[in-house]
C-alpha cells in the first residue's frame, strides 16, 4: 500500500524572495523591451508616446516592486 504524503502550503508556497526576483526580472526586461520598440522603428519619428511612457513607468514600477520584495526573506508571499 502506498501512502501519499500531504504537501503543507509552507512548503510550495512562493517566498517573497522568488517572487521579488520574478517581479524584477519582468520589470527589468519589460523596460529594455519597451525602449527597443522605440529603436526598431527607427523611420518613425514623434520618439516616446503616452502609451510607450506609461508602459515604461509600469515596467519600472514593478522592476521597484520586485527589488523590495527580495530583501523581506524567505516568508510565504
Do not use: Y
Not at 520574478?22 to 520589470?27: N, Q, S, Y
Not at 527589468?28 to 529603436?39: E, H, N, P, R, W
Not at 519619428?45 to 509600469?58: D, F
Amino acid at each position: 500500500m502506498t501512502t501519499l504524503r500531504v504537501m503543507d502550503t509552507e512548503e510550495r508556497a512562493v517566498s517573497k524572495r522568488q517572487l521579488g526576483l520574478l517581479l524584477a526580472l519582468v520589470g527589468i526586461v519589460g523596460f529594455v523591451a519597451v525602449l527597443l520598440i522605440d529603436v526598431v522603428n527607427v523611420g518613425r519619428q514623434g520618439g516616446i508616446g503616452p502609451a510607450q511612457r506609461l508602459a515604461l513607468a509600469l515596467m519600472a514600477a514593478t522592476a521597484i516592486l520586485g527589488l523590495t520584495l527580495i530583501s523581506r526573506g524567505d516568508a510565504p508571499a
